[in-house]
């Protein structure tokens, strides 16, 4: 047998260059991956910002989800286009946040807590699926550093958002409201009162406060007198308003509550903190029904001298804060709120303990408490309004630990609007403490018994 030799084919070049085909050889989808996750970062934030979008939780939530829906889509298409790894599952969580933000955005509240009993076990599934799909369709180091994290967090705000609504409804059955809601315009406000007597006691929380945490001093003075205490809009069991709640808008609205809640005058009004500013503008804008006052480590109105300051209402700031606000106060809904909402109470009775803690852990709260803060210029400036008190009684409480420099010094002005007045420091009281406390909330309850039997009376105050 004869072997003929052969000629090896020659090779072509080209051919020894080109690559071998594998995975991703079509493009980069990692880049697509991370480029897209920021677009839809960058697209929540302007949208949130959109003028068509108004300033309120249900919107701006609805504003971030349809933002975070086109960063899911775009992996979904760009991957099909430009990759060999298509990723279609993406279009999975971009249809379902698209239909839940459209469904905010359009109906607002109307639907907001219908959603919030459907969207947490939903969006826990969807994330169930997409990790199985990714890990079958994804050969990519994208998944661990890009897509991974971002589905844990998915899942982490299912399970806060799923607890956040259980809990809520759990506590609404656990603290029934006492009192009643009564509407004051665009919305309700919680007013309850208890006791007998003249004149009736009208008590005002501090900032970021509710009803509740004035559970040693209500019933104190109850016993004495009628005394009313009430939650602002969006605190305790009051609903949300829809206007800036400066301290011209808290004292009207007060005062409508009274009146339509036939609370008889005249009023010894107490104010704690931030409050001191709102009984301060309520004096000064209602001076016929007002007949004595307690300032409890008050917030100091601006000096006369001092020029106005803007009012955050003025132009587009406060639409911009009010955005900033509904943004924030929406981490709520993921149950954040409920862990950095547990601080002190002081001593408070378990009861108001337990209500104050839950009222702080909604969204409905943090946005009040935040709002509150945006517009503390404008409080501080009207409450500057009542110049004079006259011969009325009042008696200011200033917490002798902790006070800032000059502090004092602020509390002594308050103290002169009066010519039948006394200003008390309280050793070793702190500024919480006035209410919180039971022996140092003591001193604010005699505080303003005083002022009752000072007004009975007609006689000067005991100092």
């Not at 958002?161 to 009643?180: F, I, K, L, S």
């Not at 009564?182 to 919680?190: A, F, T």
């Not at 517009?375 to 400036?381: T, Y």
């Not at 602020?410 to 009066?418: D, F, I, R, Y």
Request: one cysteine or more; a neutral charge; charged letters at 15%.
């Amino acid at each position: 047998m004869t072997i003929s030799p052969t000629t090896p084919t020659p090779k072509n070049k080209a051919q020894d260059r080109a690559p071998r085909s594998g995975p991703g050889s079509r493009g980069p989808i990692g880049w697509i991956v991370a480029g897209s996750f920021a677009t839809g970062l960058v697209a929540a934030l302007l949208l949130v910002a959109a003028p068509f979008i108004r300033p309120e939780e249900s919107e701006v939530t609805g504003a971030v989800l349809c933002g975070f829906a086109l960063g899911w889509a775009m992996p979904a298409v760009l991957s099909v286009r430009f990759t060999d790894q298509p990723q279609r599952w993406a279009a999975g969580p971009a249809l379902f946040l698209g239909l839940g933000g459209l469904l905010l955005v359009a109906f607002g509240s109307s639907v907001h807590e219908v959603l919030n009993w459907v969207w947490p076990p939903a969006l826990l599934a969807l994330v169930i699926w997409m990790m199985v799909r990714a890990n079958r369709q994804l050969r990519s180091r994208s998944k661990r550093w890009l897509l991974y994290p971002v589905m844990a967090m998915m899942g982490l705000a299912s399970i806060g958002g799923g607890y956040e609504t259980v809990a809520e409804a759990v506590d609404a059955n656990a603290y029934p409201m006492p009192g009643r809601l009564i509407d004051v315009g665009d919305h309700s406000l919680h007013l309850s009162c208890t006791g007998s007597g003249s004149p009736t006691v009208v008590l005002e929380p501090g900032a970021g406060e509710m009803s509740s945490d004035l559970g040693w001093i209500t019933p104190a003075v109850a016993r004495n007198t009628r005394v009313c205490v009430y939650d602002r809009a969006g605190r305790g069991w009051s609903e949300p308003a829809h206007t800036p709640q400066d301290g011209t808008r808290i004292a009207t609205d007060l005062h409508t509550l009274l009146h339509r809640g036939r609370v008889p005058g005249p009023y010894v009004l107490a104010g704690h903190s931030f409050g001191g500013l709102y009984v301060q503008t309520f004096a000064a804008r209602y001076p016929n029904e007002v007949v004595g006052m307690v300032l409890v480590d008050s917030t100091a109105p601006a000096s006369a001298s001092k020029p106005r300051a803007t009012s955050p209402r003025d132009g587009a700031s406060y639409d911009i804060m009010g955005r900033v606000s509904a943004l924030i106060s929406t981490s709520a809904r993921l149950g954040l709120a409920r862990l950095y909402g547990q601080f002190d109470y002081g001593t408070l009775p378990p009861r108001s303990q337990l209500e104050a803690r839950a009222s702080v852990a909604t969204a409905s709260q943090l946005r009040s408490t935040i709002d509150e803060y945006v517009q503390a210029d404008s409080s501080i400036e009207q409450a500057a309004s009542l110049g004079d008190f006259a011969d009325k009684p009042l008696v200011v409480l200033t917490a002798g630990s902790g006070s800032a420099a000059g502090w004092s010094a602020k509390q002594n002005a308050m103290a002169a609007l009066s010519t039948n007045s006394a200003h008390r420091v309280i050793d070793g009281a702190t500024h919480s403490s006035l209410v919180t406390d039971r022996e140092d909330s003591a001193t604010t309850t005699q505080a303003i018994l005083d002022v009752v039997a000072s007004v009975r009376s007609g006689g000067a105050l005991v100092r």
